[in-house]
């Protein structure tokens, strides 16, 4: 078979989209026959440049470089692989040299700037409450002026003003910035001696304004995910959210896991440098739109508080997480961390103070530590399952008298990654599935019921406990053979195929394959047996004998998914729905409640001294737990009482 005959595969980051381009098609083509909307002024001529791309994999098997990309791009940027969309083609003459090797597999990175794409990031949760008790206060002082017979000090009067005042703060042993300092004279006599002074913890004076701006006094609370990213700006006054902005991590350039960034960082201090240069922008851009949502300067937020997997966590910091990604898997220091935030390059007050949650392990991070502040799961009576699950899942079982938590590298397929039709919530993916158990036709919603381009999460998981329903697949995961003639399963170049629906190129249907099938086998496997290792562990280590009678799911995907189709293929344990808590962005809320109580800073120490880490794929009968996890549950029509009209259905072997 000639390579134009051969199916080129085409990666689109961080859609997590894949497509299939033809000889005749260019990039630009390409993303909009699927549906990928992305801004051009020309429409695809090649007269505005900005269709810019970033070819990550596959750069020796495309055309030369156009006189049009030669004026737009210098040749640095060309060597690490920028093109515009439309002027760039495979080369199908370079790929003939393969013989008849598959072609490899391209991999495109799309800048968040090029994009229309509307995404479905989940910014909200359950939030439990918190008192309001932050880090930063605000005080304003009528200060007397000076005076022949009464010269005293600027500072001198400002620390009278204070005791003579009715605030109750005590900064008889007040420390003062030195910038802070510089600006007191004029700051001073700008609003004839009325001044409002910025605390930080209550005795260092960080910033001092004219007249009394005690209401301009705000906090910003940072979800770094692997692939998205949070920020809430909070009024540290009364705890008011007044702006919430996320985006996609543009870390995904350079790695769609944490494990690639590990060893893109791990090389060199340039890859490092790259990691956190491109993160602090998208965060100094989020700063910037919450604040203009506001309508405030950047300049009256005085502190962030950042979680984040450990991974994100180190780059944050410019810390090489190198060490993470190798045996014993360790991270640099786990305790959290107070710094200025102008050495983090974060545009906030240059004083401002940025303090960064406890990591727990090197693959369990702050975020699991704000799942646990916001989710109260230390209070519980009831034994608790906690999930959250995002490009990794973290697993936290406990009470008020016993935790322990560990990871599982299954977050991934069900953000998309590694399913052939798989895609983030976006516009246009299918969340949710329904197949009729007679005529095996399928039912569907998408988001923002946009024709449909692809399959996100909560409709992976729908389509697999559908097809378990009306015995499509076995408990195996494998199709039933004898339905192989029904007009729903077709036959493609990777086997058999469920057809789920015609896509808006009816070239390339969206479909679910055995391979996707499998991987969604082993995203719940991990997960269940993950659950299990860590039950085992405290019951032989701790004696517990309790089974788990509550679960909270964190996470976007845990947010979104059905929570009978997730107990029903095995990814969760068997208990009544209403103990299922769906509690939104966890980790988000509790990086939120560490900025208004600065008790829970002192909560979140306490939590990582007593929690216990189980480094779930070393364990002994991992395993074994995770070959047995693999299989789907034997349907059971007592706990799923809505699936009556199916019990004519033999059991699935």
């Not at 495109?108 to 918190?130: A, C, Q, R, W, Y």
């Not at 906090?219 to 902005?245: F, H, M, P, R, S």
């Not at 976006?426 to 095996?440: L, N, R, V």
């Not at 019921?449 to 998981?461: A, D, E, Q, R, T």
């Given at each position: 078979?000639?390579?134009k005959?051969?199916?080129?595969i085409?990666?689109?980051?961080?859609?997590?989209?894949?497509?299939?381009i033809l000889?005749?098609?260019?990039?630009?083509?390409?993303?909009?026959?699927?549906?990928?909307?992305?801004?051009?002024?020309?429409?695809?001529?090649?007269?505005?440049?900005?269709?810019?791309?970033?070819?990550q994999?596959g750069?020796?098997?495309?055309?030369?470089?156009?006189?049009?990309?030669?004026?737009?791009?210098s040749?640095?940027?060309?060597?690490?692989?920028?093109?515009?969309?439309?002027?760039?083609?495979?080369?199908?003459?370079?790929?003939?040299?393969?013989?008849?090797?598959?072609?490899?597999?391209?991999?495109?990175?799309?800048?968040?700037?090029?994009?229309?794409?509307?995404f479905?990031?989940?910014?909200?949760?359950?939030?439990?409450?918190?008192?309001?008790?932050?880090?930063?206060?605000?005080?304003?002082?009528?200060?007397?002026?000076?005076?022949?017979?009464?010269?005293?000090?600027?500072?001198?009067r400002?620390?009278?003003?204070?005791k003579?005042?009715?605030?109750?703060?005590?900064?008889?042993?007040?420390?003062?910035?030195?910038?802070?300092?510089k600006?007191?004279?004029?700051?001073?006599?700008?609003?004839?001696?009325?001044?409002?002074?910025?605390?930080?913890?209550?005795?260092?004076?960080?910033?001092?304004?004219?007249?009394?701006?005690?209401n301009?006094?705000?906090?910003v609370?940072?979800?770094?995910?692997?692939?998205?990213?949070?920020?809430?700006?909070?009024?540290?006054?009364?705890?008011?959210?007044?702006?919430?902005?996320?985006?996609?991590?543009?870390?995904?350039?350079?790695?769609?896991?944490?494990?690639?960034?590990?060893?893109?960082?791990?090389?060199?201090?340039?890859?490092?440098?790259?990691?956190?240069?491109?993160?602090?922008?998208?965060?100094?851009?989020?700063?910037?739109?919450v604040?203009?949502?506001?309508?405030?300067?950047?300049?009256?937020?005085?502190?962030?508080?950042?979680?984040?997997?450990?991974?994100?966590?180190?780059?944050?910091?410019?810390?090489?997480?190198?060490?993470?990604?190798?045996?014993?898997?360790?991270?640099?220091?786990?305790?959290?961390?107070?710094?200025?935030?102008?050495?983090?390059?974060?545009?906030?007050?240059?004083?401002?103070?940025?303090?960064?949650?406890?990591?727990?392990?090197?693959y369990?991070?702050?975020?699991?530590?704000?799942?646990?502040?916001?989710?109260?799961?230390d209070?519980?009576?009831?034994?608790?399952?906690?999930?959250?699950v995002?490009?990794?899942?973290?697993i936290?079982?406990?009470?008020?008298?016993?935790?322990a938590?560990?990871?599982?590298?299954?977050?991934?397929a069900?953000?998309?990654?590694?399913i052939?039709?798989?895609?983030?919530?976006?516009?246009g993916?299918?969340?949710?599935?329904?197949?009729?158990?007679?005529?095996?036709?399928?039912?569907?919603?998408?988001?923002?019921?946009?024709?449909?381009?692809?399959?996100?999460?909560?409709?992976?998981?729908?389509?697999?406990a559908?097809?378990?329903?009306?015995?499509?697949?076995?408990?195996?995961?494998?199709f039933?053979?004898?339905?192989?003639?029904?007009?729903?399963?077709?036959k493609?170049?990777?086997?058999?195929?469920?057809?789920?629906?015609?896509?808006?190129?009816?070239?390339?249907?969206?479909?679910?394959?055995?391979?996707?099938?499998?991987?969604?086998?082993?995203?719940?496997?991990?997960?269940?047996?993950?659950?299990?290792?860590?039950?085992?562990?405290?019951r032989?280590?701790?004696?517990?004998?309790?089974?788990?009678?509550?679960?909270?799911?964190?996470?976007?995907f845990?947010?979104?998914?059905?929570?009978?189709?997730?107990?029903?293929?095995?990814?969760?344990?068997?208990?009544p729905?209403?103990?299922?808590?769906?509690?939104g962005?966890?980790?988000?809320?509790?990086?939120?409640?560490a900025?208004?109580?600065?008790?829970?800073?002192?909560?979140?120490?306490?939590?990582?001294?007593?929690?216990?880490?189980?480094?779930?794929?070393?364990?002994?009968?991992?395993?074994?737990?995770?070959a047995?996890?693999?299989?789907?549950?034997h349907?059971?029509?007592?706990?799923f009482?809505s699936?009556?009209?199916?019990?004519?259905?033999?059991?699935?072997?």
């Amino acid at each position: 078979m000639g390579t134009k005959e051969k199916n080129v595969i085409v990666d689109f980051e961080p859609l997590s989209r894949r497509a299939l381009i033809l000889p005749d098609k260019n990039m630009y083509e390409l993303l909009i026959n699927s549906g990928i909307f992305i801004r051009s002024l020309c429409g695809g001529l090649g007269t505005c440049g900005k269709c810019k791309i970033l070819v990550q994999k596959g750069q020796n098997f495309l055309n030369q470089p156009t006189k049009i990309e030669l004026d737009s791009f210098s040749k640095e940027e060309l060597r690490k692989g920028w093109r515009l969309a439309c002027q760039t083609r495979v080369s199908y003459d370079s790929l003939e040299t393969l013989k008849d090797q598959n072609p490899p597999q391209f991999r495109v990175f799309l800048p968040e700037e090029l994009l229309f794409e509307d995404f479905k990031i989940l910014t909200s949760g359950l939030n439990k409450g918190v008192k309001i008790h932050p880090n930063i206060k605000k005080v304003f002082l009528r200060v007397e002026k000076p005076s022949l017979d009464k010269p005293f000090s600027d500072l001198e009067r400002i620390q009278t003003a204070f005791k003579n005042s009715t605030n109750t703060i005590d900064i008889s042993n007040f420390e003062i910035e030195l910038n802070t300092l510089k600006k007191i004279p004029d700051v001073l006599r700008e609003k004839k001696h009325e001044i409002t002074l910025t605390l930080l913890n209550n005795r260092r004076i960080i910033d001092c304004e004219p007249g009394n701006t005690l209401n301009a006094n705000f906090g910003v609370a940072i979800d770094i995910g692997t692939t998205t990213i949070v920020a809430y700006l909070i009024n540290l006054n009364n705890g008011k959210t007044y702006g919430v902005a996320s985006c996609l991590n543009p870390q995904t350039a350079f790695g769609e896991d944490v494990v690639s960034r590990i060893t893109y960082s791990s090389g060199n201090q340039d890859g490092l440098n790259q990691l956190n240069s491109t993160l602090m922008k998208a965060l100094n851009d989020l700063i910037k739109k919450v604040c203009n949502k506001a309508n405030i300067s950047a300049s009256n937020v005085y502190e962030a508080t950042v979680v984040g997997n450990s991974v994100m966590h180190h780059i944050f910091l410019s810390i090489n997480p190198k060490y993470i990604g190798l045996s014993p898997y360790v991270p640099a220091f786990q305790h959290g961390m107070d710094i200025n935030a102008e050495k983090l390059h974060l545009d906030i007050s240059k004083q401002g103070n940025v303090f960064v949650l406890p990591v727990i392990a090197g693959y369990v991070g702050a975020d699991t530590i704000g799942v646990m502040l916001s989710s109260q799961i230390d209070n519980e009576d009831s034994f608790t399952l906690a999930l959250d699950v995002g490009t990794n899942g973290e697993i936290i079982i406990g009470n008020k008298d016993l935790l322990a938590t560990g990871s599982c590298a299954a977050g991934s397929a069900l953000e998309g990654a590694h399913i052939s039709n798989g895609m983030r919530a976006a516009t246009g993916a299918i969340d949710s599935i329904t197949i009729d158990p007679k005529t095996f036709e399928v039912s569907y919603t998408t988001i923002k019921n946009k024709s449909p381009i692809g399959i996100c999460g909560s409709g992976l998981i729908d389509c697999v406990a559908e097809m378990l329903k009306v015995n499509l697949i076995s408990r195996s995961g494998t199709f039933n053979k004898t339905l192989l003639d029904n007009h729903r399963l077709i036959k493609t170049q990777k086997g058999v195929e469920f057809l789920i629906t015609e896509s808006s190129d009816p070239t390339h249907p969206i479909t679910i394959s055995q391979n996707d099938i499998r991987e969604i086998q082993m995203a719940k496997g991990a997960f269940f047996s993950g659950t299990r290792i860590i039950m085992q562990y405290l019951r032989e280590k701790h004696n517990y004998d309790g089974e788990i009678s509550q679960i909270f799911l964190a996470g976007a995907f845990g947010n979104y998914i059905n929570k009978e189709n997730a107990k029903f293929i095995g990814m969760i344990p068997d208990i009544p729905n209403e103990f299922i808590y769906q509690i939104g962005n966890a980790a988000g809320i509790g990086a939120q409640n560490a900025l208004l109580d600065t008790d829970l800073r002192e909560k979140a120490h306490k939590l990582l001294n007593r929690t216990h880490y189980i480094e779930i794929a070393v364990e002994e009968n991992f395993q074994k737990e995770f070959a047995n996890a693999m299989y789907f549950p034997h349907m059971n029509l007592d706990l799923f009482p809505s699936l009556e009209e199916y019990k004519h259905i033999p059991k699935r072997y």
